[in-house]
């Protein structure tokens, strides 16, 4: 069984392929850059260097390490907790001796949390 272009060409029209349209030219992978318009290639251009910028920023972007955000999380919740026990056993507790001493360590511990976060990228 013959494909529709063999028997096009066999029953005497033969039709000629028409040169790429814009659309197909953006579309077809095989199409050189001569295919398209100076507009398209120019803008395809352009693209191409907004890639190379992107992907050359994200490499210079730096991260924190893995242990940095559950430490600061845990310091804001510890604090948090501190505060919390010392109010409701009246300062006795976490540390009896320093009684509302306390406070201040549990607010401590809060703040030092909270600076990690300003810190955190």
Do not use: H
């Not at 109010?87 to 540390?95: A, D, F, K, L, Q």
């Amino acid at each position: 069984m013959k494909n529709e272009e063999e028997e096009r060409n066999e029953g005497g029209t033969q039709e000629e392929k028409p040169e790429f349209d814009k659309v197909d030219a953006l579309l077809n992978p095989d199409a050189s850059s001569e295919d398209m318009p100076a507009s398209i290639r120019r803008l395809m251009e352009r693209q191409e260097d907004n890639d190379k910028r992107i992907k050359k920023a994200i490499k210079k972007t730096r991260t924190n390490p893995k242990w940095f955000v559950p430490v600061f999380a845990a310091l804001l919740v510890i604090g948090l907790a501190w505060v919390v026990v010392n109010y409701v056993t009246s300062g006795r507790y976490p540390i009896p001796a320093i009684r509302n001493w306390n406070l201040l360590i549990g607010f401590g511990l809060m703040f030092v949390g909270f600076v990690m976060t300003m810190w955190w990228r």
